[in-house]
Protein backbone atom coordinates (compact mmCIF):
# COMPACT_ATOMS: atom_id res chain seq x y z
CA UNK A 1 0.00 0.00 0.00
CA UNK A 2 1.06 3.43 -0.65
CA UNK A 3 2.12 5.40 2.12
CA UNK A 4 0.03 8.77 1.94
CA UNK A 5 1.15 12.19 1.86
CA UNK A 6 1.20 14.04 5.26
CA UNK A 7 -1.81 16.46 4.34
CA UNK A 8 -3.69 13.04 3.19
CA UNK A 9 -3.01 11.24 6.58
CA UNK A 10 -6.19 11.27 9.55
CA UNK A 11 -4.01 13.16 12.20
CA UNK A 12 -3.71 16.59 9.61
CA UNK A 13 -7.14 15.62 7.94
CA UNK A 14 -9.33 15.72 11.34
CA UNK A 15 -6.76 18.58 12.72
CA UNK A 16 -7.54 20.61 9.59
CA UNK A 17 -12.09 19.85 9.63
CA UNK A 18 -11.95 20.78 13.62
CA UNK A 19 -9.87 24.34 12.84
CA UNK A 20 -12.42 24.88 9.17
CA UNK A 21 -15.47 23.82 11.73
CA UNK A 22 -14.58 26.21 14.27
CA UNK A 23 -13.58 29.14 12.38
CA UNK A 24 -16.99 29.08 10.29
CA UNK A 25 -18.90 28.15 13.91
CA UNK A 26 -17.50 31.34 14.81
CA UNK A 27 -18.40 33.55 12.10
CA UNK A 28 -21.95 31.86 11.98
CA UNK A 29 -21.78 32.72 15.88
CA UNK A 30 -21.35 36.35 14.47
CA UNK A 31 -24.11 36.54 12.24
CA UNK A 32 -26.56 34.66 14.99
CA UNK A 33 -26.07 36.83 17.63
CA UNK A 34 -26.28 40.09 15.63
CA UNK A 35 -29.21 38.87 13.75
CA UNK A 36 -30.93 38.46 17.70
CA UNK A 37 -29.73 41.90 19.05
CA UNK A 38 -31.40 43.28 15.02
CA UNK A 39 -34.46 41.84 16.32
CA UNK A 40 -34.25 42.63 19.95
CA UNK A 41 -33.80 46.02 19.01
CA UNK A 42 -36.37 46.40 15.93
CA UNK A 43 -38.85 43.90 16.67
CA UNK A 44 -39.21 42.55 20.53
CA UNK A 45 -41.47 43.99 23.04
CA UNK A 46 -38.84 43.57 25.41
CA UNK A 47 -37.21 46.72 24.26
CA UNK A 48 -39.94 48.99 24.19
CA UNK A 49 -40.23 47.74 28.35
CA UNK A 50 -36.63 48.47 28.38
CA UNK A 51 -37.40 52.33 26.86
CA UNK A 52 -40.16 52.63 29.12
CA UNK A 53 -38.34 51.66 32.32
CA UNK A 54 -35.85 54.58 31.22
CA UNK A 55 -38.18 57.23 29.84
CA UNK A 56 -39.24 56.81 33.81
CA UNK A 57 -36.21 57.49 35.33
CA UNK A 58 -36.08 60.33 32.49
CA UNK A 59 -39.41 61.47 33.82
CA UNK A 60 -38.37 61.52 37.76
CA UNK A 61 -35.51 64.27 36.37
CA UNK A 62 -38.13 66.36 34.62
CA UNK A 63 -40.59 66.47 37.56
CA UNK A 64 -40.25 69.75 39.16
CA UNK A 65 -40.47 71.42 35.90
CA UNK A 66 -43.37 70.04 35.07
CA UNK A 67 -45.70 70.26 37.90
CA UNK A 68 -44.21 73.90 38.19
CA UNK A 69 -46.86 76.45 37.88
CA UNK A 70 -46.69 77.59 35.29
CA UNK A 71 -44.40 74.40 33.79
CA UNK A 72 -41.20 75.25 33.10
CA UNK A 73 -41.05 74.40 29.23
CA UNK A 74 -37.64 76.18 28.68
CA UNK A 75 -36.31 73.45 31.43
CA UNK A 76 -37.77 70.36 29.76
CA UNK A 77 -36.74 71.24 26.17
CA UNK A 78 -32.74 71.70 27.41
CA UNK A 79 -33.15 68.53 29.86
CA UNK A 80 -34.14 66.70 26.50
CA UNK A 81 -31.86 68.42 24.34
CA UNK A 82 -29.04 67.17 26.65
CA UNK A 83 -30.17 63.61 26.66
CA UNK A 84 -30.90 63.16 22.84
CA UNK A 85 -27.31 64.89 21.94
CA UNK A 86 -25.25 62.85 23.91
CA UNK A 87 -22.32 61.47 22.14
CA UNK A 88 -21.12 58.22 22.42
CA UNK A 89 -17.26 57.24 23.93
CA UNK A 90 -14.23 56.83 20.94
CA UNK A 91 -12.67 53.17 21.09
CA UNK A 92 -9.71 53.07 23.52
CA UNK A 93 -7.93 50.83 21.79
CA UNK A 94 -7.16 49.07 17.99
CA UNK A 95 -8.93 46.29 19.38
CA UNK A 96 -11.76 48.40 20.50
CA UNK A 97 -15.06 47.81 18.16
CA UNK A 98 -18.70 49.69 18.51
CA UNK A 99 -21.55 48.85 16.49
CA UNK A 100 -24.16 51.79 16.73
CA UNK A 101 -27.70 50.11 16.42
CA UNK A 102 -29.25 52.31 18.84
CA UNK A 103 -29.74 55.72 19.74
CA UNK A 104 -33.00 57.90 19.58
CA UNK A 105 -33.14 59.29 16.20
CA UNK A 106 -36.01 61.07 15.90
CA UNK A 107 -39.49 61.36 17.98
CA UNK A 108 -41.64 63.40 19.20
CA UNK A 109 -42.51 63.95 23.32
CA UNK A 110 -46.08 65.92 24.38
CA UNK A 111 -46.90 66.55 27.92
CA UNK A 112 -50.60 65.66 29.01
CA UNK A 113 -52.71 66.41 31.33
CA UNK A 114 -55.26 64.74 33.45
CA UNK A 115 -58.32 65.83 31.53
CA UNK A 116 -56.59 64.69 28.72
CA UNK A 117 -55.52 68.52 27.47
CA UNK A 118 -51.64 68.81 25.24
CA UNK A 119 -50.02 71.22 27.40
CA UNK A 120 -46.58 71.27 25.51
CA UNK A 121 -45.34 69.53 22.51
CA UNK A 122 -41.58 68.88 21.57
CA UNK A 123 -39.86 67.42 18.62
CA UNK A 124 -36.73 66.07 18.25
CA UNK A 125 -34.17 64.76 15.74
CA UNK A 126 -30.34 64.50 14.33
CA UNK A 127 -29.80 65.73 18.63
CA UNK A 128 -31.96 68.96 18.19
CA UNK A 129 -35.30 69.92 20.03
CA UNK A 130 -37.79 72.25 19.51
CA UNK A 131 -41.28 73.19 20.40
CA UNK A 132 -43.48 71.46 17.96
CA UNK A 133 -47.42 72.00 17.28
CA UNK A 134 -49.65 70.03 18.95
CA UNK A 135 -49.98 66.12 19.13
CA UNK A 136 -53.04 63.64 18.32
CA UNK A 137 -52.35 60.37 19.49
CA UNK A 138 -53.82 57.72 17.95
CA UNK A 139 -56.25 55.32 19.94
CA UNK A 140 -53.62 52.74 20.73
CA UNK A 141 -51.73 56.21 22.07
CA UNK A 142 -55.11 57.12 24.13
CA UNK A 143 -55.58 54.05 25.91
CA UNK A 144 -51.43 54.16 27.02
CA UNK A 145 -52.27 57.90 28.31
CA UNK A 146 -55.41 56.35 29.83
CA UNK A 147 -53.44 53.71 31.88
CA UNK A 148 -50.69 56.37 32.56
CA UNK A 149 -52.95 58.66 34.06
CA UNK A 150 -54.90 56.44 36.29
CA UNK A 151 -51.67 55.77 38.21
CA UNK A 152 -50.44 52.34 36.15
CA UNK A 153 -46.66 51.76 36.97
CA UNK A 154 -46.35 48.20 34.99
CA UNK A 155 -44.36 49.40 31.83
CA UNK A 156 -45.03 46.32 30.24
CA UNK A 157 -48.80 47.72 29.75
CA UNK A 158 -47.42 51.83 29.11
CA UNK A 159 -45.47 50.59 26.20
CA UNK A 160 -46.21 49.36 22.80
CA UNK A 161 -44.27 48.40 19.67
CA UNK A 162 -45.80 49.38 16.32
CA UNK A 163 -46.02 47.80 13.11
CA UNK A 164 -43.24 49.24 11.47
CA UNK A 165 -40.92 48.89 14.49
CA UNK A 166 -41.48 52.07 16.00
CA UNK A 167 -41.97 52.41 19.96
CA UNK A 168 -44.87 54.45 21.83
CA UNK A 169 -44.01 55.11 25.87
CA UNK A 170 -46.60 56.54 28.37
CA UNK A 171 -44.95 57.83 31.19
CA UNK A 172 -46.87 59.41 34.02
CA UNK A 173 -45.50 62.18 36.20
CA UNK A 174 -46.52 63.29 39.59
CA UNK A 175 -45.87 63.10 43.51
CA UNK A 176 -47.29 60.10 44.17
CA UNK A 177 -47.55 56.71 41.57
CA UNK A 178 -51.10 56.12 41.98
CA UNK A 179 -52.11 59.97 41.37
CA UNK A 180 -49.97 61.48 38.58
CA UNK A 181 -50.58 65.05 37.88
CA UNK A 182 -49.30 64.95 33.81
CA UNK A 183 -48.59 62.48 31.79
CA UNK A 184 -45.74 62.56 29.38
CA UNK A 185 -46.41 60.49 25.89
CA UNK A 186 -43.16 59.80 23.77
CA UNK A 187 -43.51 58.76 20.23
CA UNK A 188 -39.84 57.24 19.09
CA UNK A 189 -39.41 56.06 15.10
CA UNK A 190 -38.04 52.32 14.83
CA UNK A 191 -34.80 52.57 16.41
CA UNK A 192 -32.57 51.26 13.60
CA UNK A 193 -33.18 50.67 9.62
CA UNK A 194 -32.97 46.76 8.15
CA UNK A 195 -30.49 47.85 5.53
CA UNK A 196 -28.69 49.89 7.82
CA UNK A 197 -28.34 47.48 10.34
CA UNK A 198 -27.26 45.25 7.91
CA UNK A 199 -24.33 47.03 6.56
CA UNK A 200 -23.29 47.82 10.23
CA UNK A 201 -23.24 43.98 10.84
CA UNK A 202 -21.58 43.02 7.66
CA UNK A 203 -18.37 46.15 8.56
CA UNK A 204 -18.59 44.62 12.26
CA UNK A 205 -17.60 41.17 11.15
CA UNK A 206 -15.67 41.54 8.30
CA UNK A 207 -13.17 44.45 10.52
CA UNK A 208 -13.73 41.57 13.68
CA UNK A 209 -13.80 38.03 12.13
CA UNK A 210 -10.14 38.26 11.48
CA UNK A 211 -8.95 38.64 14.55
CA UNK A 212 -11.59 35.76 15.55
CA UNK A 213 -10.90 33.53 13.21
CA UNK A 214 -6.76 33.54 14.28
CA UNK A 215 -7.68 33.31 17.58
CA UNK A 216 -10.40 30.27 16.83
CA UNK A 217 -8.22 28.56 14.12
CA UNK A 218 -4.77 28.61 16.53
CA UNK A 219 -7.05 26.93 19.57
CA UNK A 220 -8.47 24.68 17.27
CA UNK A 221 -5.26 23.21 15.72
CA UNK A 222 -4.10 22.76 19.58
CA UNK A 223 -7.29 20.73 20.43
CA UNK A 224 -7.35 19.10 17.08
CA UNK A 225 -3.84 17.81 17.52
CA UNK A 226 -4.70 17.02 20.58
CA UNK A 227 -7.60 14.96 19.51
CA UNK A 228 -6.14 13.06 16.80
CA UNK A 229 -3.10 12.18 18.71
CA UNK A 230 -5.33 10.58 21.09
CA UNK A 231 -7.64 8.76 18.46
CA UNK A 232 -4.34 7.68 16.43
CA UNK A 233 -2.93 6.14 19.60
CA UNK A 234 -6.06 4.21 20.46
CA UNK A 235 -6.62 3.18 16.50
CA UNK A 236 -3.10 1.78 16.71
CA UNK A 237 -3.29 -1.42 18.05
CA UNK A 238 -6.14 -2.09 15.71
CA UNK A 239 -3.95 -1.41 12.66
CA UNK A 240 -0.43 -2.85 13.85
CA UNK A 241 -3.93 -6.34 14.59
CA UNK A 242 -4.87 -5.87 10.89
CA UNK A 243 -1.44 -5.66 9.54
CA UNK A 244 -0.35 -8.65 11.52
CA UNK A 245 -3.95 -10.73 10.30
CA UNK A 246 -3.25 -9.87 6.57
CA UNK A 247 0.08 -11.55 7.04
CA UNK A 248 -1.69 -14.54 8.35
CA UNK A 249 -0.74 -14.20 11.71
CA UNK A 250 -3.92 -14.54 13.43
CA UNK A 251 -2.90 -15.23 17.14
CA UNK A 252 -2.35 -11.74 17.15
CA UNK A 253 -5.15 -10.10 18.66
CA UNK A 254 -5.59 -6.03 19.29
CA UNK A 255 -5.91 -4.18 22.88
CA UNK A 256 -7.97 -1.20 22.92
CA UNK A 257 -8.77 -0.25 26.61
CA UNK A 258 -11.69 1.70 27.65
CA UNK A 259 -15.68 0.86 27.23
CA UNK A 260 -16.42 2.96 23.94
CA UNK A 261 -16.91 1.65 20.12
CA UNK A 262 -12.92 1.32 19.43
CA UNK A 263 -13.13 -0.96 22.35
CA UNK A 264 -15.73 -2.75 20.98
CA UNK A 265 -14.79 -3.12 18.12
CA UNK A 266 -11.55 -4.11 19.25
CA UNK A 267 -13.41 -7.31 20.95
CA UNK A 268 -15.23 -7.90 17.83
CA UNK A 269 -12.29 -7.95 15.80
CA UNK A 270 -10.50 -10.26 18.43
CA UNK A 271 -13.28 -12.62 18.31
CA UNK A 272 -13.42 -12.67 14.32
CA UNK A 273 -9.95 -13.30 14.46
CA UNK A 274 -10.18 -16.16 16.85
CA UNK A 275 -13.24 -17.87 14.30
CA UNK A 276 -10.69 -17.81 11.26
CA UNK A 277 -7.67 -19.04 13.18
CA UNK A 278 -10.28 -21.92 14.22
CA UNK A 279 -12.02 -22.58 10.73
CA UNK A 280 -8.10 -22.70 9.53
CA UNK A 281 -7.07 -25.14 11.51
CA UNK A 282 -9.89 -27.10 10.90
CA UNK A 283 -9.50 -26.75 7.26
CA UNK A 284 -5.89 -27.76 7.63
CA UNK A 285 -7.42 -30.52 9.83
CA UNK A 286 -9.84 -31.92 7.11
CA UNK A 287 -7.05 -31.38 4.26
CA UNK A 288 -4.78 -33.83 6.08
CA UNK A 289 -7.67 -36.23 6.72
CA UNK A 290 -8.94 -36.17 2.99
CA UNK A 291 -5.02 -36.50 2.36
CA UNK A 292 -4.68 -39.40 3.90
CA UNK A 293 -7.88 -40.92 2.47
CA UNK A 294 -6.64 -40.42 -0.83
CA UNK A 295 -3.27 -42.08 -0.31
CA UNK A 296 -5.28 -45.20 1.52
CA UNK A 297 -7.70 -45.23 -1.17
CA UNK A 298 -4.53 -45.16 -4.18
CA UNK A 299 -2.22 -47.91 -2.02
CA UNK A 300 -5.44 -49.86 -1.58
CA UNK A 301 -5.88 -49.08 -5.80
CA UNK A 302 -2.63 -49.37 -6.93
CA UNK A 303 0.11 -51.29 -4.31
CA UNK A 304 -2.02 -53.37 -2.93
CA UNK A 305 -3.62 -54.46 -5.84
CA UNK A 306 0.04 -55.18 -7.51
CA UNK A 307 1.32 -56.99 -4.35
CA UNK A 308 -1.80 -59.49 -4.16
CA UNK A 309 -1.06 -60.30 -8.14
CA UNK A 310 2.45 -60.37 -7.05
CA UNK A 311 1.86 -63.06 -4.40
CA UNK A 312 -0.45 -65.10 -6.99
CA UNK A 313 1.94 -64.70 -9.81
CA UNK A 314 4.96 -65.99 -7.25
CA UNK A 315 2.46 -68.76 -5.48
CA UNK A 316 1.94 -70.21 -9.31
CA UNK A 317 5.54 -70.30 -9.95
CA UNK A 318 6.00 -72.51 -6.85
CA UNK A 319 4.04 -74.61 -7.79
CA UNK A 320 4.95 -75.29 -11.53
CA UNK A 321 8.88 -75.47 -11.14
CA UNK A 322 8.87 -78.96 -10.32
CA UNK A 323 7.21 -79.43 -13.59
CA UNK A 324 7.16 -76.96 -15.76
CA UNK A 325 10.10 -74.54 -15.45
CA UNK A 326 9.34 -72.37 -18.45
CA UNK A 327 5.76 -71.24 -16.91
CA UNK A 328 7.11 -71.11 -13.29
CA UNK A 329 9.79 -68.63 -15.08
CA UNK A 330 7.51 -66.02 -16.46
CA UNK A 331 5.08 -65.89 -13.58
CA UNK A 332 8.40 -64.92 -11.87
CA UNK A 333 8.91 -62.74 -15.00
CA UNK A 334 5.27 -61.38 -14.13
CA UNK A 335 5.54 -61.02 -10.79
CA UNK A 336 9.21 -58.86 -10.76
CA UNK A 337 7.11 -56.55 -13.07
CA UNK A 338 4.26 -55.88 -10.57
CA UNK A 339 7.01 -55.21 -8.06
CA UNK A 340 8.71 -52.38 -10.15
CA UNK A 341 4.78 -50.76 -11.06
CA UNK A 342 4.49 -51.06 -6.97
CA UNK A 343 7.89 -49.59 -6.41
CA UNK A 344 6.93 -46.60 -8.80
CA UNK A 345 3.41 -46.11 -7.62
CA UNK A 346 5.22 -45.95 -4.07
CA UNK A 347 8.22 -42.96 -5.17
CA UNK A 348 5.50 -40.95 -6.70
CA UNK A 349 3.35 -40.72 -3.77
CA UNK A 350 6.54 -40.20 -1.58
CA UNK A 351 7.81 -37.35 -3.85
CA UNK A 352 4.35 -35.67 -3.89
CA UNK A 353 4.30 -35.73 -0.48
CA UNK A 354 8.07 -34.52 -0.15
CA UNK A 355 9.92 -32.90 -2.95
CA UNK A 356 13.34 -33.99 -3.68
CA UNK A 357 15.08 -30.81 -3.40
CA UNK A 358 13.24 -28.55 -1.18
CA UNK A 359 15.78 -25.66 -0.62
CA UNK A 360 16.04 -25.47 -4.32
CA UNK A 361 14.01 -22.63 -6.58
CA UNK A 362 11.11 -24.09 -6.78
CA UNK A 363 11.46 -24.19 -11.32
CA UNK A 364 14.29 -26.42 -10.12
CA UNK A 365 12.13 -28.73 -7.86
CA UNK A 366 9.40 -28.82 -10.98
CA UNK A 367 11.99 -29.45 -13.42
CA UNK A 368 13.79 -32.49 -11.20
CA UNK A 369 9.80 -34.29 -11.08
CA UNK A 370 9.07 -34.08 -14.59
CA UNK A 371 12.19 -35.79 -15.23
CA UNK A 372 12.32 -38.70 -12.50
CA UNK A 373 8.63 -39.06 -13.39
CA UNK A 374 8.95 -38.85 -17.12
CA UNK A 375 12.16 -41.53 -16.24
CA UNK A 376 10.41 -43.67 -14.62
CA UNK A 377 6.84 -44.37 -16.38
CA UNK A 378 8.47 -44.02 -20.12
CA UNK A 379 5.95 -41.38 -21.39
CA UNK A 380 7.40 -37.68 -23.01
CA UNK A 381 7.27 -34.86 -21.15
CA UNK A 382 7.61 -31.25 -23.22
CA UNK A 383 7.70 -28.91 -20.72
CA UNK A 384 8.96 -24.92 -21.03
CA UNK A 385 6.99 -21.71 -20.61
CA UNK A 386 7.55 -17.78 -21.55
CA UNK A 387 6.85 -16.25 -18.06
CA UNK A 388 9.21 -14.33 -16.20
CA UNK A 389 8.87 -16.17 -12.76
CA UNK A 390 8.51 -14.45 -9.61
CA UNK A 391 9.85 -16.22 -6.53
CA UNK A 392 6.46 -17.58 -5.14
CA UNK A 393 5.74 -18.05 -1.14
CA UNK A 394 6.13 -21.25 -0.09
CA UNK A 395 2.87 -22.43 0.65
CA UNK A 396 1.71 -21.74 -3.31
CA UNK A 397 4.87 -23.15 -4.78
CA UNK A 398 4.00 -26.03 -2.20
CA UNK A 399 0.13 -26.37 -3.76
CA UNK A 400 1.34 -26.03 -7.35
CA UNK A 401 3.72 -29.30 -7.04
CA UNK A 402 1.11 -31.00 -5.57
CA UNK A 403 -1.24 -30.54 -8.39
CA UNK A 404 1.74 -31.19 -10.88
CA UNK A 405 2.37 -34.64 -9.44
CA UNK A 406 -1.28 -35.36 -9.07
CA UNK A 407 -1.70 -34.71 -12.44
CA UNK A 408 1.44 -36.56 -13.96
CA UNK A 409 -0.09 -39.85 -11.67
CA UNK A 410 -3.59 -39.90 -13.30
CA UNK A 411 -1.53 -39.53 -16.39
CA UNK A 412 0.58 -42.54 -15.58
CA UNK A 413 -2.99 -44.24 -14.24
CA UNK A 414 -5.51 -43.54 -16.45
CA UNK A 415 -4.89 -42.09 -19.69
CA UNK A 416 -2.78 -44.52 -21.17
CA UNK A 417 -0.98 -41.41 -23.04
CA UNK A 418 2.46 -41.00 -24.40
CA UNK A 419 2.89 -37.43 -24.22
CA UNK A 420 2.48 -35.07 -21.49
CA UNK A 421 2.67 -30.70 -22.18
CA UNK A 422 3.22 -28.74 -19.17
CA UNK A 423 3.71 -24.86 -20.01
CA UNK A 424 3.81 -21.64 -17.49
CA UNK A 425 2.72 -18.65 -19.24
CA UNK A 426 1.73 -15.13 -18.27
CA UNK A 427 -1.55 -14.18 -18.46
CA UNK A 428 -1.47 -10.14 -18.55
CA UNK A 429 0.53 -8.92 -15.75
CA UNK A 430 -0.28 -10.05 -12.53
CA UNK A 431 -2.18 -13.50 -13.74
CA UNK A 432 0.32 -16.63 -14.53
CA UNK A 433 -1.51 -19.90 -16.26
CA UNK A 434 -0.12 -23.45 -15.47
CA UNK A 435 -1.60 -26.07 -18.08
CA UNK A 436 -0.84 -29.62 -17.88
CA UNK A 437 -2.52 -31.72 -21.10
CA UNK A 438 -1.61 -35.24 -22.67
CA UNK A 439 -2.54 -37.29 -25.88
CA UNK A 440 -4.23 -40.19 -23.93
CA UNK A 441 -8.16 -41.69 -23.85
CA UNK A 442 -9.75 -38.22 -22.73
CA UNK A 443 -12.17 -37.62 -20.63
CA UNK A 444 -14.99 -40.68 -19.32
CA UNK A 445 -18.68 -40.30 -17.91
CA UNK A 446 -17.09 -40.32 -14.05
CA UNK A 447 -15.02 -37.39 -14.34
CA UNK A 448 -14.81 -35.07 -11.42
CA UNK A 449 -15.79 -37.40 -8.42
CA UNK A 450 -12.67 -39.09 -7.98
CA UNK A 451 -10.64 -37.92 -4.99
CA UNK A 452 -7.86 -37.00 -7.08
CA UNK A 453 -9.41 -34.05 -8.62
CA UNK A 454 -11.04 -33.15 -6.02
CA UNK A 455 -7.70 -32.69 -4.58
CA UNK A 456 -6.47 -30.44 -7.27
CA UNK A 457 -9.06 -28.60 -7.41
CA UNK A 458 -9.04 -27.54 -4.14
CA UNK A 459 -5.31 -26.71 -3.84
CA UNK A 460 -5.77 -24.58 -6.80
CA UNK A 461 -8.73 -22.70 -4.99
CA UNK A 462 -6.20 -22.03 -2.32
CA UNK A 463 -4.06 -20.28 -4.48
CA UNK A 464 -4.07 -16.27 -4.70
CA UNK A 465 -7.14 -15.83 -7.08
CA UNK A 466 -6.96 -19.20 -7.92
CA UNK A 467 -9.01 -21.31 -10.55
CA UNK A 468 -9.27 -24.76 -11.93
CA UNK A 469 -10.50 -26.15 -15.51
CA UNK A 470 -10.69 -29.19 -16.24
CA UNK A 471 -11.20 -29.72 -20.27
CA UNK A 472 -10.47 -31.73 -22.99
CA UNK A 473 -7.53 -31.03 -24.83
CA UNK A 474 -6.86 -30.21 -28.54
CA UNK A 475 -5.37 -33.87 -29.54
CA UNK A 476 -7.73 -35.99 -27.85
CA UNK A 477 -6.40 -36.01 -24.02
CA UNK A 478 -7.39 -34.11 -21.25
CA UNK A 479 -5.86 -30.91 -20.14
CA UNK A 480 -5.89 -29.06 -16.74
CA UNK A 481 -5.57 -25.07 -16.74
CA UNK A 482 -4.55 -23.61 -13.37
CA UNK A 483 -4.99 -19.88 -13.35
CA UNK A 484 -3.36 -17.94 -9.98
CA UNK A 485 -2.41 -14.50 -9.22
CA UNK A 486 1.28 -13.86 -9.03
CA UNK A 487 2.53 -11.98 -5.80
CA UNK A 488 6.17 -11.88 -5.53
CA UNK A 489 7.22 -11.83 -1.39
CA UNK A 490 8.97 -8.78 -0.12
CA UNK A 491 12.70 -8.43 -0.51
CA UNK A 492 12.63 -11.34 -3.65
CA UNK A 493 13.88 -10.66 -6.85
CA UNK A 494 12.24 -12.26 -10.30
CA UNK A 495 13.64 -14.65 -11.74
CA UNK A 496 13.80 -15.80 -15.56
CA UNK A 497 12.76 -19.63 -16.40
CA UNK A 498 15.92 -19.56 -18.46
CA UNK A 499 16.41 -22.04 -21.49
CA UNK A 500 18.03 -24.83 -19.59
CA UNK A 501 14.76 -25.11 -17.87
CA UNK A 502 12.60 -25.86 -21.10
CA UNK A 503 13.39 -29.68 -22.18
CA UNK A 504 11.99 -32.42 -24.04
CA UNK A 505 12.50 -36.23 -22.26
CA UNK A 506 11.53 -39.31 -24.48
Not at 368 to 395: F, H, K, M, N, Y
Not at 434 to 463: K, T
Request: with cysteine; proline share 5%; charged share 20%.
Amino acid sequence: MRRPRPWHRLPWRLTAMIAGATVLAAVVLQFILLALLGYYLGRSDSFAVTIAEELRNVARGLESALLADPPDHGAVERQLAALVSSESDTPSSPLHFELRVTGVRSGAVAVFTRDRANVSTFAFEGGRVQASSALVPTPEEEELLARALTGTVDTARLSRRLPDGGIVVAVPVGPGPASPKVALLVRIAPPIEAAGYLSAAVQLVASTGLVIALLAGLSALGVGALTSRWLMSRLAPLTAAADAWTHGALDVSSTVSGHDELAGLSHQLNRMAAELRMQVQSRQQLAALEERHRLARDLHDTVKQHLFATAMQLGAARALLPGEPARAAHCVEQASSLVQQSQNELMATLHMLRPSFPDAPWAEQLRVLLEEWSRREGISVDAGGDVQELPLPTEVTQELMCIVSEALSNVARHSGARRVTLALRARGTRLCELAIEDNGRGLSGAVGAGMGLRSMRERAERLPGGSFTLSSGAHGGVRIQVLFEIRAEAGQQPQTLSPHGLWKQS
